[in-house]
């Protein structure tokens, strides 16, 4: 059984998403004062009083309107009422019950689903503004007040949410899903892969490049785990970014990426790793994502012998700062080797979370000291005193030495590489965070 699924309705610019973003505690939705910003359907997970479940934030409903991209928003919100365990209906103080509340409001009552009424932009502590009881007018219980810019009254908000969860599962506290978030330039053939994992047209392709704009989300199962694919809008370059909504949509991928656990890079193999590749790329590796590179369309080439080992000499050599990345050869339209990716994102999934004890560690670090030497300055030699484990996915590793001056990038790279050597940490980034005497926590 999955997590229990609250969805964050009501008609545009009543706070929506700065509700979703206090409740989720990041700011994972875009929050803008023009009514429309959100489009899709963004998911997050959170917690309450010891209770995990997933917030969806809609785009606003306009029951009345004829614009494509609003009926588009509506059709989405429609979508999250439909999958949802519990509806939040936001309104706001300021303008009172309107219209479009009330036929939110009637629209949520047919679905049979139950709704907490919160009424947002109750900004002020102490008394209550008298006009939230005009919101007992919709229909829907008691009215909540809440600030969803100071964070007041959220907490009763979840209370009156919990109340409608259905009886936790042990099934439910631990979420085995993998994410893997497709990225990749426009027209590499990202939402053409996504395709052909789930057997089925749940991302429109098209050869138009900019054809997908938002981060969707699809559940998949098969014999190698349980994935969640995040097929992604292609990141052009800034230059080339002039409209509106393309730049959110590259916003949203990188906001995919931040979610992911695993990112899938995919590169033309007609064309190789362009400027544009790399920035994408680099956009994973500062991210701290487990990644794999997939070089798609690769029935297109004419191959001759080594044409293969080149390839993935020229990738390594463009990507250079990513080298602990698998690279797979595929094609998303022919699905040739597409079943060898469930493995490698398994692998490094696996690999991202790997725990090392300190003696391990350590024992690794004075081998690697008594092999080369840490560097000198005037006299003063570099003192690594033990390094530890603190965090996973990536592997975050803290030395503490007497002077973080002397510990030279290259001898932190040269650390890295023999813990590479030693446990794999293959498809990961590392993270080494240097403290020296004296040093705060």
Avoid at 158 to 176: I, N, R, V, W, Y
Wanted: proline content about 4%; some cysteine.
């Amino acid at each position: 059984m999955s997590k229990p699924l609250v969805a964050i309705v009501g008609r545009p610019n009543v706070g929506k998403s700065m509700l979703f973003n206090k409740l989720c505690g990041q700011r994972l939705s875009i929050v803008e004062d023009t009514p429309g910003v959100t489009r899709d359907r963004l998911y997050a997970e959170c917690e309450w009083c010891g209770r995990s479940f997933d917030i969806v934030d809609t785009g606003g409903i306009e029951p009345t309107t004829d614009n494509e991209i609003l009926l588009f928003m509506r059709e989405q919100a429609l979508l999250a009422i439909d999958a949802a365990d519990v509806i939040i209906l936001v309104t706001e103080i300021g303008t009172g019950v309107t219209a479009a509340d009330e036929e939110v409001a009637r629209m949520l009552l047919k679905s049979k689903k139950p709704v907490v009424l919160c009424v947002n932009k109750m900004d002020a502590t102490g008394k209550v503004d008298p006009g939230i009881y005009e919101f007992y007018s919709l229909g829907l219980g008691d009215p909540i007040a809440v600030s969803a810019v100071h964070g007041h009254g959220t907490g009763d908000l979840l209370d009156a949410c919990l109340e409608h969860f259905p009886p936790q599962s042990e099934d439910e506290e631990e979420d085995d899903f993998i994410r893997v978030a497709v990225i990749g330039k426009p027209n590499v053939g990202k939402s053409s892969l996504v395709n052909h994992i789930l057997g089925e047209k749940r991302v429109v392709v098209s050869p138009v490049a900019g054809t997908t704009r938002d981060a969707v989300d699809t559940r998949f199962e098969n014999k190698y785990g349980k994935y969640i694919f995040i097929d992604t809008a292609g990141i052009r370059r800034k230059s080339k970014v002039d409209d509106r909504v393309e730049k959110f949509s590259v916003m949203r991928a990188k906001l995919a990426i931040e979610r992911a656990d695993v990112c899938l890079i995919l590169i033309d193999a007609r064309e190789g790793v362009t400027e544009q590749d790399t920035k994408i790329a680099g956009l994973a590796h500062e991210a701290g994502k487990a990644s794999i590179v997939v070089v798609n369309k690769w029935d297109l080439i004419d191959k001759e012998t080594g044409t293969m080992e080149q390839m993935r000499k020229d990738v390594m050599r463009d990507l250079s700062f990513m080298s602990y990345a698998p690279i797979l050869f595929i094609s998303a339209l022919t699905g040739q080797r597409t079943e060898r990716l469930f493995e490698l994102i398994n692998f490094v999934n696996d690999q991202s979370a790997m725990r090392i004890t300190t003696g391990m560690l350590n024992n690794v670090l004075a081998d690697a000291q008594a092999r080369v030497q840490p560097p000198s300055d005037k006299g003063r030699r570099l003192k690594i005193y033990y390094m530890t484990q603190t965090g996973v996915k990536p592997p975050v590793f803290v030395v503490f030495c007497n002077s973080r001056e002397l510990f030279h990038f290259s001898y932190q790279r040269y650390i890295e590489n023999q813990i590479r050597a030693v446990f794999g940490l293959e498809g990961t980034p590392i993270r080494l965070l240097i403290r020296q005497k004296g040093d705060k926590e």
